[in-house]
Protein backbone atom coordinates (compact mmCIF):
# COMPACT_ATOMS: atom_id res chain seq x y z
CA UNK A 1 0.00 0.00 0.00
CA UNK A 2 0.86 3.30 -0.89
CA UNK A 3 1.94 5.16 2.60
CA UNK A 4 1.17 8.76 1.05
CA UNK A 5 -2.14 7.74 -0.32
CA UNK A 6 -4.20 7.88 2.66
CA UNK A 7 -4.12 11.46 4.92
CA UNK A 8 -4.43 10.72 8.99
CA UNK A 9 -6.83 12.92 10.38
CA UNK A 10 -6.80 14.52 13.84
CA UNK A 11 -9.14 17.12 14.55
CA UNK A 12 -11.18 17.34 17.41
CA UNK A 13 -10.05 13.78 19.04
CA UNK A 14 -10.78 12.15 15.70
CA UNK A 15 -8.38 9.50 14.32
CA UNK A 16 -9.24 8.01 10.65
CA UNK A 17 -7.53 7.65 7.40
CA UNK A 18 -9.06 9.33 4.72
CA UNK A 19 -9.21 8.87 1.02
CA UNK A 20 -9.38 11.95 -1.22
CA UNK A 21 -11.73 9.96 -4.04
CA UNK A 22 -13.21 6.84 -5.26
CA UNK A 23 -10.46 4.86 -6.48
CA UNK A 24 -8.51 5.83 -2.99
CA UNK A 25 -10.91 4.95 -1.32
CA UNK A 26 -11.52 1.49 -2.66
CA UNK A 27 -8.18 0.65 -2.44
CA UNK A 28 -7.53 1.54 0.49
CA UNK A 29 -10.66 -0.56 1.99
CA UNK A 30 -9.14 -3.30 -0.25
CA UNK A 31 -6.22 -3.13 1.65
CA UNK A 32 -8.08 -2.75 5.52
CA UNK A 33 -9.82 -6.04 4.54
CA UNK A 34 -6.61 -7.91 3.97
CA UNK A 35 -5.16 -7.17 6.64
CA UNK A 36 -7.77 -7.63 8.69
CA UNK A 37 -8.60 -11.56 7.21
CA UNK A 38 -4.94 -12.11 7.88
CA UNK A 39 -5.91 -11.89 11.54
CA UNK A 40 -9.56 -13.36 11.01
CA UNK A 41 -11.58 -15.72 9.41
CA UNK A 42 -14.41 -13.70 9.06
CA UNK A 43 -14.91 -10.05 9.46
CA UNK A 44 -17.85 -6.91 9.33
CA UNK A 45 -17.31 -3.88 7.31
CA UNK A 46 -19.49 -1.15 8.04
CA UNK A 47 -20.12 1.62 4.99
CA UNK A 48 -22.47 4.63 5.90
CA UNK A 49 -23.45 7.50 4.09
CA UNK A 50 -26.36 10.07 3.57
CA UNK A 51 -28.67 9.41 0.60
CA UNK A 52 -27.18 9.41 -2.81
CA UNK A 53 -23.83 9.07 -1.31
CA UNK A 54 -22.37 6.72 -3.38
CA UNK A 55 -23.07 3.80 -0.61
CA UNK A 56 -24.17 1.23 -2.98
CA UNK A 57 -21.75 1.70 -5.73
CA UNK A 58 -19.10 1.56 -3.93
CA UNK A 59 -19.99 -1.62 -2.25
CA UNK A 60 -20.62 -3.10 -5.81
CA UNK A 61 -17.01 -1.80 -6.75
CA UNK A 62 -15.28 -3.14 -3.95
CA UNK A 63 -17.00 -6.64 -4.52
CA UNK A 64 -15.92 -6.95 -7.86
CA UNK A 65 -12.70 -6.02 -7.51
CA UNK A 66 -12.44 -8.39 -4.08
CA UNK A 67 -14.07 -11.11 -6.40
CA UNK A 68 -11.00 -10.64 -8.51
CA UNK A 69 -8.55 -11.14 -5.60
CA UNK A 70 -10.84 -14.89 -4.92
CA UNK A 71 -12.25 -12.97 -1.71
CA UNK A 72 -15.98 -13.25 -1.92
CA UNK A 73 -18.09 -10.55 0.09
CA UNK A 74 -21.88 -10.30 0.80
CA UNK A 75 -23.65 -7.29 0.73
CA UNK A 76 -26.62 -6.23 2.70
CA UNK A 77 -28.32 -3.53 2.38
CA UNK A 78 -30.25 -1.92 4.71
CA UNK A 79 -32.97 -0.38 2.43
CA UNK A 80 -34.37 -4.03 2.32
CA UNK A 81 -35.13 -4.06 6.03
CA UNK A 82 -37.44 -1.08 6.71
CA UNK A 83 -40.83 -1.20 8.34
CA UNK A 84 -43.39 -1.38 5.88
CA UNK A 85 -44.72 2.37 5.78
CA UNK A 86 -42.24 3.72 8.09
CA UNK A 87 -38.39 5.17 8.03
CA UNK A 88 -37.60 2.96 10.81
CA UNK A 89 -35.60 0.12 10.23
CA UNK A 90 -36.52 -3.42 11.67
CA UNK A 91 -33.06 -3.99 13.40
CA UNK A 92 -34.45 -7.33 14.64
CA UNK A 93 -34.42 -8.69 11.22
CA UNK A 94 -31.23 -6.67 9.96
CA UNK A 95 -28.91 -8.16 12.94
CA UNK A 96 -30.68 -11.51 12.66
CA UNK A 97 -29.55 -11.60 9.05
CA UNK A 98 -26.16 -10.83 9.36
CA UNK A 99 -25.52 -13.46 12.42
CA UNK A 100 -26.74 -16.23 10.49
CA UNK A 101 -24.45 -14.97 7.64
CA UNK A 102 -21.54 -15.24 9.97
CA UNK A 103 -22.61 -18.35 11.34
CA UNK A 104 -22.70 -19.97 7.53
CA UNK A 105 -26.93 -19.89 6.79
CA UNK A 106 -27.86 -18.33 3.77
CA UNK A 107 -30.51 -15.99 3.87
CA UNK A 108 -33.14 -15.54 1.52
CA UNK A 109 -31.11 -14.63 -1.07
CA UNK A 110 -27.54 -14.16 0.48
CA UNK A 111 -25.22 -16.38 0.83
CA UNK A 112 -22.46 -16.82 3.68
CA UNK A 113 -18.95 -15.22 2.65
CA UNK A 114 -15.61 -14.30 4.28
CA UNK A 115 -16.70 -10.39 4.37
CA UNK A 116 -19.91 -9.39 5.08
CA UNK A 117 -20.43 -5.73 3.98
CA UNK A 118 -23.57 -3.51 5.63
CA UNK A 119 -24.28 -0.58 3.89
CA UNK A 120 -26.93 2.27 4.96
CA UNK A 121 -27.19 5.43 6.49
CA UNK A 122 -26.81 4.61 9.76
CA UNK A 123 -24.67 1.60 9.40
CA UNK A 124 -21.41 3.28 11.48
CA UNK A 125 -23.56 2.54 14.80
CA UNK A 126 -22.98 -0.50 16.89
CA UNK A 127 -26.99 -0.55 17.78
CA UNK A 128 -27.56 -0.77 14.10
CA UNK A 129 -25.23 -3.69 13.23
CA UNK A 130 -26.19 -5.42 16.57
CA UNK A 131 -21.96 -5.42 17.29
CA UNK A 132 -18.74 -3.60 16.51
CA UNK A 133 -17.66 -3.49 12.81
CA UNK A 134 -14.33 -4.84 12.19
CA UNK A 135 -13.88 -1.97 9.80
CA UNK A 136 -16.27 1.22 10.00
CA UNK A 137 -16.08 3.39 6.42
CA UNK A 138 -18.17 6.84 5.98
CA UNK A 139 -18.20 8.42 2.06
CA UNK A 140 -19.06 11.91 1.94
CA UNK A 141 -19.86 13.92 -1.17
CA UNK A 142 -21.01 17.46 -1.40
CA UNK A 143 -25.35 18.35 -1.02
CA UNK A 144 -25.69 19.05 -4.68
CA UNK A 145 -24.12 16.13 -6.11
CA UNK A 146 -26.41 13.95 -3.65
CA UNK A 147 -29.42 15.75 -5.22
CA UNK A 148 -28.02 14.92 -8.52
CA UNK A 149 -27.68 11.55 -7.74
CA UNK A 150 -31.44 11.31 -6.72
CA UNK A 151 -32.48 13.22 -9.96
CA UNK A 152 -30.94 10.19 -11.98
CA UNK A 153 -32.24 7.69 -9.82
CA UNK A 154 -35.24 8.87 -9.36
CA UNK A 155 -35.97 10.96 -12.30
CA UNK A 156 -39.20 13.04 -12.87
CA UNK A 157 -40.47 12.12 -9.50
CA UNK A 158 -37.74 14.02 -7.73
CA UNK A 159 -37.42 17.01 -9.83
CA UNK A 160 -41.26 17.55 -8.70
CA UNK A 161 -40.33 17.42 -5.43
CA UNK A 162 -37.38 19.75 -6.06
CA UNK A 163 -40.35 22.16 -7.18
CA UNK A 164 -43.02 21.09 -4.84
CA UNK A 165 -44.48 24.63 -3.72
CA UNK A 166 -44.66 22.79 0.07
CA UNK A 167 -40.65 23.47 0.18
CA UNK A 168 -40.01 26.80 1.50
CA UNK A 169 -36.43 28.26 0.49
CA UNK A 170 -35.34 27.72 4.57
CA UNK A 171 -35.49 23.98 3.21
CA UNK A 172 -31.87 23.32 2.63
CA UNK A 173 -30.91 25.00 6.21
CA UNK A 174 -33.34 22.26 7.63
CA UNK A 175 -31.96 19.75 5.60
CA UNK A 176 -28.42 20.36 6.15
CA UNK A 177 -29.17 21.03 10.36
CA UNK A 178 -30.98 17.10 9.69
CA UNK A 179 -28.47 15.53 7.81
CA UNK A 180 -25.24 17.07 9.91
CA UNK A 181 -22.53 14.31 9.87
CA UNK A 182 -22.58 11.62 12.17
CA UNK A 183 -20.13 11.19 14.92
CA UNK A 184 -16.99 9.91 13.04
CA UNK A 185 -14.79 9.27 16.16
CA UNK A 186 -14.99 5.38 15.88
CA UNK A 187 -14.62 5.81 11.93
CA UNK A 188 -11.93 3.96 10.36
CA UNK A 189 -11.75 5.44 7.27
CA UNK A 190 -13.71 8.24 5.37
CA UNK A 191 -14.28 8.39 1.61
CA UNK A 192 -14.69 11.23 -0.42
CA UNK A 193 -16.62 10.49 -3.20
CA UNK A 194 -15.36 12.23 -6.34
CA UNK A 195 -16.76 9.65 -9.34
CA UNK A 196 -18.82 10.84 -11.78
CA UNK A 197 -22.68 9.82 -13.01
CA UNK A 198 -22.35 7.31 -16.46
CA UNK A 199 -24.43 9.93 -17.75
CA UNK A 200 -23.40 13.76 -17.69
CA UNK A 201 -26.13 15.93 -15.87
CA UNK A 202 -27.13 18.94 -17.16
CA UNK A 203 -29.77 20.83 -14.91
CA UNK A 204 -29.75 24.76 -14.24
CA UNK A 205 -32.03 27.71 -13.45
CA UNK A 206 -33.40 29.76 -16.82
CA UNK A 207 -35.46 32.62 -16.56
CA UNK A 208 -38.70 31.11 -14.70
CA UNK A 209 -37.80 27.31 -15.55
CA UNK A 210 -35.70 24.19 -13.97
CA UNK A 211 -34.45 22.78 -17.14
CA UNK A 212 -33.11 18.99 -16.93
CA UNK A 213 -31.13 16.72 -19.25
CA UNK A 214 -29.48 13.70 -18.95
CA UNK A 215 -28.61 12.07 -22.82
CA UNK A 216 -30.25 9.12 -23.57
CA UNK A 217 -32.75 9.54 -20.58
CA UNK A 218 -34.99 12.39 -19.84
CA UNK A 219 -35.01 15.94 -20.75
CA UNK A 220 -37.61 18.70 -19.92
CA UNK A 221 -38.72 21.78 -18.47
CA UNK A 222 -40.61 22.67 -14.82
CA UNK A 223 -41.93 26.21 -14.43
CA UNK A 224 -40.95 27.17 -10.97
CA UNK A 225 -42.16 29.92 -8.84
CA UNK A 226 -39.54 32.97 -8.00
CA UNK A 227 -39.41 31.38 -4.36
CA UNK A 228 -38.42 28.02 -5.44
CA UNK A 229 -35.49 29.32 -7.27
CA UNK A 230 -33.86 30.88 -4.31
CA UNK A 231 -34.34 27.38 -2.94
CA UNK A 232 -32.75 25.29 -6.35
CA UNK A 233 -30.00 27.94 -5.97
CA UNK A 234 -29.16 27.15 -2.43
CA UNK A 235 -28.60 23.52 -3.34
CA UNK A 236 -26.50 24.49 -5.76
CA UNK A 237 -28.13 24.86 -9.23
CA UNK A 238 -26.94 27.86 -11.17
CA UNK A 239 -28.77 30.08 -13.43
CA UNK A 240 -27.95 30.23 -17.36
Sequence with gaps: MNPERPKQEAANGLSYERAENF?????????KIKTCLNEKENILVALSGKTGSGKTTLANELRKQMAEDKIDITVVSTDNFYLP????????????????????????????????LVEGVQTIEDKVVGQKPNIRTYITVPIEKRFAARLLRDKKEFIHKLTDTKLTPEFISTVKK?????SLVN??????????????????????????????????????????????????????
Design 23 to 31: NEGIALLKD
Design 85 to 116: NSNKLDLKKLQMTINKLQQGESVDNLTPAKVI
Design 178 to 182: FEADP
Design 187 to 240: VDIVINNDRKYPSELDLFISEDSLIYSIPGDIKGAIKIEPARIKFLEQIGIQKK
